[in-house]
């Protein structure tokens, strides 16, 4: 049973396109677009992280407090990455570097918590722990 794990793959591969997008639009002309693309990439990422902080990491902080420490540094570090990249959108400026390096920052994640997190959670959560997760992961999705 992986469906936790593949239902937050999916979020990533969305969130990895988002990026992708942002990523071709970063040329200067189009500001207002890149700004806007650049809203909806970053509120995109901020409910994720919120989603897993608030669902999944409290389901495994007492089995698994490693890795849920892990987890919030990492989002921590993103949240950073993507506070700065913010400034440089609202700025007008879009530093493909910068960019470059939230997208490595990402996927390392993401990679991360699909080998590890969400297996522990498909693996080690009861029936209704995983429920409540994928019932979060449903609501986010209509939002």
Avoid at 40 to 47: C, I, W
Avoid at 114 to 139: C, H, K, N, P
Wanted: charged letters at 30%.
């Amino acid at each position: 049973m992986e469906e936790i794990r593949s239902r937050f793959r999916d979020d990533h591969a969305r969130l990895g396109a988002l990026l992708e997008q942002l990523g071709s639009a970063a040329t200067p002309g189009d500001e207002l677009g890149l700004l806007a693309l650049w809203s909806v990439f970053e509120r995109s990422v901020r409910a994720h992280i919120q989603l897993e902080e608030r669902a999944v990491l409290p389901a495994l902080d007492a089995s698994h407090p490693a890795e849920c420490r892990q987890a919030r540094y990492e989002h921590d570090r993103l949240r950073d990455l993507i506070s700065d990249l913010a400034a440089l959108a609202k700025s007008g400026g879009m530093l493909r570097q910068a960019l470059d390096q939230l997208e490595t920052a990402l996927e390392m994640h993401a990679k991360w918590e699909e080998a590890t997190l969400y297996a522990l959670a498909d693996a080690r959560l009861g029936a209704a722990a995983r429920q409540r997760i994928l019932e979060a992961l449903g609501s986010r999705a209509r939002d």
